[in-house]
């Protein structure tokens, strides 16, 4: 099997939400199988200093701060990558914030929140990458679900609609892109040891639930996320679409 299959050399990769956590980690693996960086995030600070550390490593990155949930902070991007010729083959749509609350507590604001930063940010990043990707005939998106995409946990409604809508966006894009040569597909991450369940992993009693509920028997690690991620930006995965792949030591294919 060639190496080829998974060498993302001169290829360009946009994650947004890429200065920590999961987006940080698959940005990171990634680069590694050559890609070209465009790191993402609101703070443009945090995103200088991630590129600082990316190019450190020796890793082809560049920034591009800006609010995904900001449809003409979107548009504007995408048109500065156009104007330096920066062609964006493969979109990695991670950024994403949870809330818990129960329903009955949960303002429309609240809701609408979770919603447009989970999955209408998806959507619109998605038409600005897929539009180029279409008119080029090829490109890459890699939309990030979660076991709420499939099954619903209590405290966490919006989160769960938008990962569900998450899965969906994937077979729809599938559905409009694939025959352009646009391979879309998503993953979905289990419990993962991040910053935004870092209050669940302090948890005593959620940290023991997941080790028990958890075929594996512990948490994830970020960067166990790469090598789907590398499969699904690569040729590897160039007859494979509208997929969600789990990442999630079990958790959805056992009761
Ligand atoms: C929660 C967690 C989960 C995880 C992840 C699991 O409150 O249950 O935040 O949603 O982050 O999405 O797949």
Redesign the pocket.
Known sequence: MSQTLFDLSGRVALVTGSTRGLGRAMAEGLAAAGARLVINGTDAARVEAAVREFTAAGHAAEGAAFDVTDEAAVVRAFETFDARGLAVDILVNNAGI?L?KPMLELSTAEWRKVIDTNLTSAFVVGREAGRRMVARGRGKVINI????SELA?A??AP??VA?GGIKMLTQAMAAEWAAHGVQANAI?????L?D??QA?IDNPAFDAWVKARTPAKRWGKPEELVGVAVFLASSASDYVNGQIIYV?GGMTAVL
């Open positions: 949870q818990r679900g979660s076991l709420t946990r405290t966490v989160y769960t990962k979905g991450p289990g419990y993962m991040t935004m369940n669940l999630d």
